[in-house]
C-alpha cells in the first residue's frame, strides 16, 4: 500500500544537473542566505563582525537587501519593528560574544510581544565548542546558553550540510504561535569554508497551527452565550494572529464591552458603542470588569499593566484564549484554552448564541464618562492636548512606535491605534531605546506609508547612532523625542516614593544640531506648534526629527489606593 506521506518529488534532469555542477566560489555562508531566500525572505538586518564575515560575504552573492545598523540591539529592534509589521520572521545577523549578548535586551522584547525574529550568529572555530577554553576571540563557555532563557528555541550547527535544516526548524519556531525570536549560531569555520553542496533552491517550514479544543470552545460559548454581564479584554494575541475582525464579531454578537490591553491597541475600533478603550490603569475599569459574570480574556496573560499591576479581582468566571502555555491560568483560574487567538475566536463565532442586551452601549458610555472625570480633575491639559496633536499629524494608517517615555505611558491608555497592528511599544520587556529603531525596520517592511517614533530624551540617546542608519537608506520615519532633561517617569516614581529623585537628571545634546549633524532634518518645536510641526515632517520624505522640550506628568495611579 502506498501512502501520501511516502511519495517523493523526484528531481527533474535541470535539477539534478544544477546540483551536480553547484557553481564555484560559494562558501557556508552562501548556504545560508540560500535558505533565507529559498524560505520567502526578502531582506536581513544585522551588523557584521570576524567570525560573521562568511555570511556577509555571502549577501554579494544573494538577492537580499540588507539593512545594517550601528549597535546590535538596534539591529534587534528593527528586526522587531520589521516582524511585527509583516508577520513574516525577520532575518537578523550577528556575530559572535559582545555582537551577539548586544543583541539580549532586544530578543527579550520580541520575546515579550510575540515578534517574530530569526537571529542568527556566529561562533568560534568548531574546535572551540564544547566549553574548552581554547582563547579564541569573542569565546564564551557556552553562548547559547545566554539565549536559552531568552528565546522560542537554540539551533546550533556544526557542519555545513546542518545550515538549512536548522534554519528551516528556527524558521517554523519563530512563527508558531506564539510568534517569537529564535537564535541559530554557526561556527566561523563552517561559514567560511567552501562547499560543494548543491545550491539551495526552496524551503518548506510552514508553522504548526494551534486549534483550540472542541469540547472547551463549546463550553465557553455555552457561559458567554448564557452570561448577563459578559465582557472582554482583548491583548497582543489578537493583533498578532490578525485576529481583530472576528473579535468584533463576537463582541457585538454577545453585546459584550470590550477593553484593550497597552499590547492590544487598536484590536478593537477605539469608537464603537461597546469599546471600553483602553484605561487598564484606571479603578473605574478595574471595577467594570470585575463585575462581569463571564470574562472572556483573548491573547492576553493578565500580566502588571493589564490587571492594574495585579490589583484585578475578578468574582466571575474567566475563559481565557491564550497560545503561550505558560501564561494560561497563570494568575487568575480559568476555562483555559490553548489556542491562537485567530482560531479560537473563530470556533466561538460558530457556536455561541446571540444575546439581546441593550443596556451595555450605557454601560460603557458610563464607564468612560468617569475615567475622564477623573483624568479632567488632575489638571493634565499640556499632556493631553500633546497627545491629541500627535493623533491629528499621523496619518491613520502609519504605524506608531513609542518607547518607555511618559508620553507613551498615556498613549497605552488614551492614545487611539485607528486600526490593529498600529501601535507598537516597548511594554513587553520595558528596555530603553525600542522606539526609533523599530520605526525604522518598520519604514523598511512598508515604505509607502510614513512611520512615527516617539521617545524620551533618555531613550533617545540609547538609539541616536541610527540616525546614520536612517540616513543611509532614507527611511521614512520622522522621529518626536520630548526633551524633558532626564528619566522624566523615574525621576516621577522617585518623587513619589522617597520625595526627591536621584541619577535621574541627564546632560544631553541639542537633538536638532545632532540630527542635522548627520544629515537629517530637525526643528524644535513647542506644543502649541506641535500639530503643524509634526505634520509637516511626516509629510516630507526620508528621516525626520521633531524635538519638544516639555515636561509632562503622569496621571495619578489608582492601584496604590
Same mark, same amino acid.
Do not use: C
Given at each position: 500500500m502506498t501512502h501520501d506521506h511516502d511519495l517523493v518529488l523526484r528531481p527533474t534532469a535541470a535539477q539534478t544537473e544544477a546540483a551536480l555542477s553547484p557553481p564555484p566560489g560559494r562558501t557556508g555562508g552562501d548556504l545560508?542566505?540560500?535558505?533565507?531566500?529559498?524560505?520567502?525572505?526578502?531582506?536581513?538586518?544585522?551588523?557584521?563582525?570576524?567570525?560573521?564575515?562568511?555570511?556577509?560575504?555571502?549577501?554579494?552573492?544573494?538577492?537580499?537587501?540588507?539593512?545594517?545598523?550601528?549597535?546590535?540591539?538596534?539591529?534587534?529592534?528593527?528586526?522587531?519593528?520589521y516582524g511585527r509589521i509583516t508577520g513574516e520572521a525577520a532575518p537578523l545577523l550577528l556575530s559572535t560574544g559582545p555582537g551577539a549578548l548586544t543583541s539580549l535586551a532586544a530578543l527579550q522584547e520580541a520575546a515579550a510581544a510575540s515578534a517574530p525574529v530569526l537571529a542568527i550568529g556566529s561562533q568560534v572555530p568548531t574546535a572551540g565548542l564544547g566549553g574548552?577554553?581554547?582563547?579564541?576571540? #569573542?569565546? @564564551?563557555?557556552?553562548? !547559547?546558553?545566554?539565549?536559552?532563557?531568552?528565546?522560542?528555541? %537554540?539551533?546550533?550547527?556544526? =557542519?555545513?550540510?546542518?545550515?538549512?535544516?536548522?534554519?528551516?526548524?528556527?524558521?517554523?519556531?519563530?512563527?508558531?504561535?506564539p510568534h517569537g525570536p529564535v537564535?541559530?549560531?554557526?561556527?566561523?569555520?563552517?561559514?567560511?569554508?567552501?562547499?560543494?553542496?548543491?545550491?539551495?533552491?526552496?524551503?518548506?517550514?510552514?508553522?504548526?497551527?494551534?486549534?483550540?479544543?472542541?469540547?472547551?470552545?463549546?463550553?465557553?460559548? #455555552?457561559? @458567554?452565550?448564557?452570561? !448577563?454581564?459578559?465582557?472582554?479584554?482583548?491583548?497582543?494575541? %489578537?493583533?498578532?494572529?490578525? =485576529?481583530?475582525?472576528?473579535?468584533?464579531r463576537l463582541a457585538e454578537v454577545l453585546k459584550a464591552p470590550v477593553v484593550t490591553t497597552p499590547g492590544g491597541k487598536g484590536?478593537?475600533?477605539?469608537?464603537?458603542?461597546?469599546?471600553?478603550?483602553?484605561?487598564?490603569?484606571?479603578?473605574?475599569?478595574?471595577?467594570?470588569?470585575?463585575?462581569?459574570?463571564?470574562?472572556?480574556?483573548?491573547?492576553?496573560?493578565?500580566?502588571?499593566?493589564?490587571?492594574?499591576?495585579?490589583?484585578?479581582?475578578?468574582?466571575?468566571?474567566?475563559?481565557?484564549?491564550?497560545?503561550d502555555l505558560g501564561k494560561l491560568e497563570s494568575n487568575h483560574p480559568a476555562l483555559g484554552i490553548h489556542a491562537d487567538a485567530r482560531l479560537a475566536l473563530q470556533a466561538l463565532l460558530e457556536t455561541v448564541e446571540e444575546r439581546e442586551d441593550e443596556s451595555a452601549p450605557d454601560r460603557v458610555r458610563d464607564l468612560l464618562a468617569l475615567v475622564a472625570e477623573r483624568i479632567a480633575a488632575q489638571e493634565?491639559?499640556?499632556?493631553?492636548?500633546?497627545?491629541a496633536s500627535v493623533r491629528t499629524a499621523l496619518p491613520a494608517d502609519s504605524p506608531s512606535f513609542w518607547d518607555m517615555t511618559i508620553l507613551a505611558y498615556w498613549a497605552w491608555s488614551a492614545f487611539d491605534a485607528k486600526g490593529p497592528n498600529h501601535m507598537h511599544s516597548a511594554q513587553g520587556a520595558g528596555g530603553l531605546g525600542y522606539a526609533f529603531p523599530a520605526a525604522l525596520g518598520a519604514a523598511v517592511a512598508d515604505p509607502t506609508r510614513p512611520v512615527?517614533?516617539?521617545?524620551?530624551?533618555?531613550?533617545?540617546?540609547?538609539?541616536?547612532?541610527?540616525?546614520?542608519?536612517?540616513?543611509?537608506?532614507?527611511?521614512?520615519?520622522?522621529?518626536?523625542?520630548?526633551?524633558?532633561?532626564?528619566?522624566?517617569?523615574?525621576?516621577?516614581?522617585?518623587?513619589?516614593a522617597y520625595g526627591e529623585a536621584t541619577a535621574t537628571d541627564l546632560t544631553r545634546p541639542d537633538f536638532t544640531t545632532l540630527s542635522e549633524s548627520f544629515g537629517v532634518p530637525a526643528v524644535r518645536t513647542t506644543p502649541e506648534n506641535l500639530e503643524a510641526d509634526l505634520t509637516k515632517a511626516l509629510s516630507t520624505p526620508g528621516p525626520s526629527v521633531v524635538v519638544l522640550p516639555a515636561v509632562l506628568r503622569m496621571f495619578a495611579p489608582t492601584h496604590l489606593s
Open positions: 545560508v542566505v540560500e535558505t533565507l531566500a529559498g524560505l520567502g525572505a526578502t531582506t536581513v538586518f544585522g551588523l557584521p563582525g570576524q567570525h560573521a564575515l562568511g555570511v556577509f560575504d555571502a549577501l554579494r552573492r544573494s538577492t537580499l537587501r540588507y539593512i545594517g545598523l550601528r549597535v546590535e540591539n538596534n539591529a534587534a529592534f528593527a528586526a522587531d519593528g574548552g577554553r581554547r582563547g579564541y576571540l #569573542h569565546e @564564551l563557555p557556552d553562548q !547559547a546558553a545566554s539565549f536559552r532563557g531568552v528565546v522560542k528555541s %537554540v539551533h546550533t550547527v556544526r =557542519a555545513q550540510s546542518q545550515i538549512p535544516s536548522a534554519i528551516e526548524a528556527a524558521w517554523k519556531s519563530a512563527l508558531t504561535v537564535w541559530v549560531e554557526i561556527p566561523q569555520d563552517v561559514l567560511a569554508a567552501p562547499t560543494s553542496i548543491p545550491v539551495v533552491t526552496g524551503g518548506d517550514a510552514f508553522p504548526d497551527e494551534l486549534p483550540p479544543r472542541p469540547e472547551l470552545t463549546a463550553v465557553a460559548a #455555552h457561559l @458567554l452565550s448564557h452570561a !448577563a454581564r459578559p465582557a472582554i479584554i482583548a491583548g497582543g494575541g %489578537v493583533v498578532r494572529s490578525d =485576529a481583530s475582525g472576528k473579535l468584533r484590536a478593537f475600533p477605539w469608537t464603537h458603542p461597546l469599546s471600553l478603550q483602553s484605561w487598564m490603569e484606571d479603578r473605574h475599569t478595574t471595577e467594570f470588569l470585575e463585575d462581569a459574570d463571564v470574562l472572556l480574556v483573548v491573547g492576553s496573560g493578565l500580566g502588571e499593566l493589564s490587571s492594574n499591576y495585579h490589583t484585578f479581582r475578578p468574582r466571575g468566571r474567566i475563559v481565557q484564549i491564550e497560545a493634565l491639559t499640556l499632556e493631553q492636548e500633546v497627545l512615527l517614533a516617539v521617545s524620551g530624551d533618555g531613550g533617545a540617546l540609547y538609539s541616536v547612532a541610527e540616525l546614520a542608519t536612517a540616513r543611509q537608506h532614507g527611511l521614512d520615519v520622522t522621529w518626536l523625542i520630548v526633551d524633558d532633561g532626564g528619566y522624566g517617569i523615574l525621576r516621577e516614581y522617585m518623587t513619589d
